[in-house]
Each structure stands twice: as structure tokens, then as C-alpha cells.
């Protein structure tokens, strides 16, 4: 299996921030990501959308986030572009944000 994650899926429809994290976990354990426990039960899936949203402005917010989920430690860097680690090895990186927030591939 790959360990590359993109912000979009295969129907070209982009995705939130906390999705592309389920997804990133899922594709470093070579899982399916419905076989995850809910991401909420670690953090606020619309916390974590929120806080990677544009600003008011519609600027880019910048920033770093660390938690754990399922027992990976997970790492979303987010500036012009977002990466995912997942246990120190990265798994989602160059996915653009689109205006709305939401990730798409660079």
C-alpha cells in the first residue's frame, strides 16, 4: 500500500482538515479508515477543522497541532500548505487549502 494521502478524493472532492487525519492514520496502519475508532472520541473533529481555517481575512492560519489518536502521535503542521506525520514518518505532504479550508492536492 502507499504512504501517500492526499486532500482529495478519488470523485475530486475535497477534504476537511480532520478527515485527511482518519485517512493518514488509516493509510500508515494500511487500514481502512472505517475501521478506525471515531476521531472524536481523541479530539473535536470541528475543532481541528477550525483552528486550519482561513482567517477572517481569508488568509492562511498558521500552526502547529500534536495529539494522539488510537495510539499514533499525529502531527498537523499547517502554513501555505498542510503535512501529516504520523509516528514520525509523514504521510500527507503539499496539500494545498482551498479558500473554504478545506484540502486539496498541490
Given amino acids: 500500500m502507499s504512504n501517500s494521502v492526499s486532500g482529495s478524493s478519488s470523485d475530486g472532492v475535497s477534504e476537511s482538515v480532520s478527515v485527511t487525519v482518519v ?3 488509516a493509510t500508515h496502519r ?10 472524536y472520541e481523541w479530539v473535536d473533529p470541528d475543532a481541528l477543522d477550525a483552528l ?19 495510539g499514533h502521535a499525529v502531527v498537523v503542521d499547517c502554513g501555505d500548505e498542510v503535512s501529516i ?20 492536492e498541490a
Fill in 23 to 25: 485517512n493518514a492514520v
Fill in 30 to 39: 494500511e487500514l481502512d479508515p472505517t475501521e478506525l475508532p471515531p476521531l
Fill in 52 to 70: 486550519f481555517a482561513p482567517t477572517r481575512t481569508g488568509g492562511p492560519r498558521r500552526g502547529r497541532l500534536e495529539f494522539t489518536y488510537d
Fill in 85 to 104: 506525520t504520523v509516528d514520525g514518518s509523514p504521510v500527507v505532504d503539499s496539500v494545498a487549502r482551498s479558500e473554504n479550508g478545506f484540502l486539496t
